[in-house]
């Protein structure tokens, strides 16, 4: 079982090929693993799972349980309207 400073992985066989650590307030540090059609955000012992949108918007946009992630670069938008949460890449985990 993971520490409260070590944050869930998630199951091989979800492969995800990509997994950074953002740093976002007031909500402190998530996890993000991805991969071309899906994603899980990890935020201590809890994870949701998101799944790839196509669009014409800028970044990468992935959705699911009523919350949508976009990626640009080295931020992240945790967007449930009408809040929007910005964060920060800190590191690759």
């Known amino acids: 079982m993971a ?4 944050p869930l992985q998630s199951p091989w066989w ?3 090929a ?10 402190g540090v998530v996890v ?6 899906q994603a899980s955000l990890i935020q201590g012992r809890y994870r ?16 699911g349980d009523g919350m949508r992630l976009i990626l640009q670069g ?3 938008t945790l967007e449930r309207l009408p809040q929007r949460i910005q964060c920060v890449r800190t590191d690759q985990v």
Do not use: H, K, Q
């Not at 520490?3 to 070590?6: K, Q, R, V």
């Not at 990509?18 to 909500?27: A, M, N, V």
């Not at 949701?48 to 959705?63: H, K, L």
């Open 18 to 27: 990509i997994r950074d650590r953002y740093l976002c307030r007031p909500e």
């Open 48 to 63: 949701s799972t998101f799944f790839r949108e196509r669009s014409d918007e800028p970044g990468v946009r992935y959705s």
């Open 32 to 37: 993000l693993e991805r991969n071309d059609a």
């Open 74 to 76: 080295d931020e992240l």
């Open 3 to 6: 520490s409260p400073a070590e």
């Open 14 to 16: 979800e492969d995800y």
